[in-house]
């Protein structure tokens, strides 16, 4: 359900939206991608695990088991000037970045689960990219796809990493042309009818 509101205040919008939009769409694809990988590169399906954590941050001082393997969706904000149409509206590109945890017991299996998380997630923000309906985005373009190794303190496993460098178009995220009048309008407080005013206009002309 859309979160764009037709009150005085008109839409806000904020990262945590797309981040949270993000993962929401990344969780409920991941399977379905990962699953076609091992079919395309003629692997057993269904052996590569599904990620166990999706998160904004991580708050973990180390990386244990049964949170691995973990997606990690940021929102550095805008990725250029927004764009104002006649009306107010404002739309605008939002850089997004993805970065996906993978341990294994040997640096090749760490480094085969990494690439093929990267490739799932590219994949699904590249197709699915206008994300849920919690707002209007309008499309995601990726930009860069990156691997790195990742320091375990434990020593028992070998981890890499997969970074996805994105941004994601979102349209309506605020209008300039609307706003309360007056301080502590309570939310939700609605405008005057389009209608209403119409009329109160012909009134006036009318004498």
């Known amino acids: 359900m859309s979160m764009i509101t037709d ?8 990262g945590e939206l797309l981040t949270r939009a993000v993962m929401a769409t990344l969780k409920m694809w991941m399977e379905t991608y990962i699953r076609e990988i091992e079919y395309q590169r003629g692997w057993t399906v269904g052996l590569i695990p599904l990620p166990k954590t999706y998160a904004e941050r991580w708050v973990f001082d180390s990386y244990p088991d049964d949170k691995m393997p973990a997606v990690i969706v940021v929102c550095p904000g805008m990725a250029m000037e927004p764009h104002r149409d006649g009306d107010g509206t404002i739309s605008g590109w939002w850089m997004l970045g993805v970065g996906i945890i993978a341990a294994a017991s040997t640096e090749d299996n760490s480094e085969r689960l990494a690439k093929t998380y990267g490739a799932a997630a590219r ?5 699915k990219g206008w994300l849920d309906e919690s707002w209007e985005f309008n499309g995601t373009q990726i930009l860069e796809e990156t691997y790195t190794d990742v320091p ?3 020593q028992a496993r070998t981890m890499r990493s997969a970074q996805i460098i994105a941004r994601t178009q979102v349209l309506d995220m605020w209008n300039t042309q609307k706003g309360p009048l007056v301080p502590m309008t309570p939310p939700g407080t609605m405008g005057p009818e389009v209608e209403e005013v119409f009329t109160e206009v012909r009134q006036k002309k009318g004498g």
């Open 123 to 127: 994949s699904i923000l590249s197709q």
């Open 7 to 14: 009150d005085v205040f008109g839409p806000i919008f904020g």
């Open 152 to 154: 375990d303190i434990e």
